[in-house]
C-alpha cells in the first residue's frame, strides 16, 4: 500500500520559530506538493517540486520555503513562524494516472 | 479562470439517508474529475476518478457522475453512515498542468 508520511500529526510552536514539517513518499514519484488547509478556503498550493532540487512556487508561498533533497523527502520550513501560519498542512505526491496520494495532514498552532 | 465550485457548503443528514452532492468546473482543458474523501483531521483519500468519456462510475454506496457538456458532477451516497460524516472535495485534473480543487462540502451524518 502506497504511503506519503508526515513527521508530525501535531505541532505547536512559538512565533518567531523556524519550524521544519516532513514528507516522505515511498511510491518513487517525482511530484511532490505541500498544501495549507483552511476552513472555507479548501487546499492552497504553497510549493510543489517535479523533481530532487527542483521547487516551483505555488498560489501562497510567502512565508515558506522548501527542500528537496531526496526523491523520496520533501520538507516545508517556515522561516519565521507567525500566528496566521496556524493551519492544518497537507503533504501530497502525485502520480498522473492514479493522483494524488495524500499524507495525514499535521495541524500546526503557532502561539 | 479555472474554477471549482461545490454545493452544498455542509450538509446535515439523518443515518441511512441517501445524498447528492455537487461540482461544478470552468476547468480547460478538462482530463478527469476525481472525488476525494477526507476524514477531521486527516488527509483527502481518492474515491472515484472519471475521464471525459465515462457518465457514471460506482465505488460501493458511492456513485459519481459526470456530465461534461454541462461541466458537472455529482457524487451520490446511498443509504449513508455514520462513517460517511467527512468532507468531499471535487478535484479536476487539466492534463496535468495543474489539479483545481473545490473548497469541499462537509457531509455530517446523524444517528
Known amino acids: 500500500d502506497v504511503k506519503v508520511t508526515q513527521s508530525s500529526r501535531y505541532l505547536v510552536k512559538r512565533t518567531g520559530e523556524k519550524v521544519f514539517l516532513e514528507c516522505v513518499q515511498d511510491m518513487d514519484h517525482e511530484n511532490m506538493f505541500w498544501y495549507r488547509q483552511d476552513p472555507g478556503l479548501g487546499l492552497r498550493l504553497i510549493y510543489f517540486s517535479y523533481d530532487v532540487k527542483m521547487k516551483e512556487k505555488g498560489d501562497i508561498p510567502e512565508g515558506y520555503s522548501v527542500s528537496r533533497e531526496k526523491k523520496e523527502r520533501f520538507s516545508l520550513i517556515l522561516e519565521s513562524a507567525s500566528t496566521n501560519q496556524t493551519s492544518m498542512y497537507l503533504c501530497?505526491?502525485?502520480?498522473?494516472?492514479?493522483?494524488?496520494?495524500f499524507g495525514s495532514g499535521t495541524r500546526l498552532t503557532v502561539v | 479562470k479555472n474554477q471549482v465550485e461545490q454545493s452544498p457548503q455542509s450538509l446535515i443528514i439523518l443515518e441511512g439517508k441517501n445524498c447528492t452532492l455537487q461540482?461544478?468546473?470552468?476547468?480547460?482543458?478538462?482530463?478527469?474529475l476525481r472525488w476525494y474523501k477526507q476524514d477531521t483531521g486527516r488527509g483527502p483519500v481518492s474515491l472515484t476518478i472519471m475521464t471525459f468519456s465515462e457518465n457514471t462510475k460506482s465505488n460501493g454506496r458511492y456513485t459519481a457522475t459526470l456530465d461534461a457538456d454541462t461541466k458537472q458532477s455529482s457524487l451520490h451516497i446511498t443509504a449513508s453512515q455514520l462513517s460517511d460524516s467527512a468532507s468531499y472535495i471535487c478535484?479536476?485534473?487539466?492534463?496535468?498542468?495543474?489539479?483545481?480543487f473545490g473548497p469541499g462540502t462537509r457531509l455530517s451524518v446523524l444517528p
Open positions: 461540482c461544478n468546473y470552468t476547468v480547460s482543458p478538462f482530463s478527469n
Open positions: 501530497a505526491s502525485r502520480d498522473g494516472a492514479v493522483g494524488y496520494t
Open positions: 478535484v479536476v485534473d487539466n492534463y496535468g498542468q495543474n489539479f483545481v
